[in-house]
């Protein structure tokens, strides 16, 4: 029997975001929010999908459920591929991408082996119902269709946003490590940092928290400059896209001087974040200074302080950060006082060296790289800690 898809999502996140990918949302009108490891579940119809696409700042792809069955071997996964309404969801003539992943649980040998499966089960459907088979393409493909596998279930799903939506399309520089859009949206939130506060990034690289700062405090939806996976479906709704796109645009406010700070020690960085910056139409937004940390001051009297410090691999790096975290410890507790500072870092030694008491320490995923996102509440004279009390990761 043939499966036709219900309006079921997943949006997956990094780890570490799934409550404010919860809360974002349900701020958007979706219903059935279920935050799971990686992710968020909701329901809603095709026009939920769409704006979960437009306005979550958080989420790394949104997925439409369109099949799901319980298996035991992978010819009941190909049965389940097969029995999908495939040409229902998308024309013949569009390339696929087949991308399957499993968990621990699940009994299976080989997921290239029901990777493949599944693209021929999804190409017998279109053979059978139109005498046509769909092209593959692993690049640029024009629907993605993505399988999970858990020990006794297959779910299968087709990716609702195309490319992952931390490409917001508006990133033309870049330093040797950003971090995702997305990720850095997240963190913001961790922070509690809204546009009323100052925020100051003195190590601003690319400039992708002052950016996604500035969107929010703008009220741009990030995927406002961007284009769609659903919009190659057969179920695409232009019209309804349009409205909606048309109210994302008065939404937002024109670009105006804010309260946002970016500097770092090397001109190289400050260029690309000005080009990006630029390329957003957000140059007039953002103040940036050329300056090493250690020579930062605090823009206004309170505010939140967040950065993604470099951490190293060699010794001779190694070497270089303990110096400079008692450093920055220094010049926090110097000249940052009334300001929450955050720090994003997959170095464990920054908690020890910066010899200062953490109010808060978060665990997220940078990719499969463990992070912690430190917060330091900067009160005159009560959060110094000595290098024999110094602060475990």
Partial sequence: MSQKPTHQYFAPCPRGLEPALAEELSSLGAGGIKAVDGGVHFNGDWLMGAKANLWSRTASRVLWRVGDGQYRTDQDIYALARNTEWDWLFDVKRTI??????NKKAPIQSVEFVTLRVKDAVC??????CGERPSVDRANPDV???GFLDGTRCTLYVDFSGEPLFKRGWRV???????RENLAAGILMLAGWTPEQTLLDPMCGSGTFLLEAAMMALNIAPGLKRSFGFEKLKTFHRIKWQALLD????AAQPPHPLAIYGSDKYGDALKAARANLEHAGLADCV???QVDLMEVSAPTETGVLVANPPYGVRLDELDKLAEMYPQIGAVLKKKFSGWRAYFFTADPALAKLIRLSASK??????????CRLFEYKMVAGSNRKDSAQADQP
């Fill in 361 to 370: 320490r978060t665990v997220l995923f940078n990719g499969a790289l463990e």
């Fill in 97 to 102: 991408r087949v991308q399957m992943t499993a």
């Fill in 144 to 146: 993605r269709i993505h």
């Fill in 124 to 129: 017998d459907r279109f053979r059978d119902t």
């Fill in 287 to 289: 103040q940036l200074k």
């Fill in 173 to 179: 520089a870049t330093n040797e490590a950003p971090i």
């Fill in 247 to 250: 109210e994302a645009r008065t």
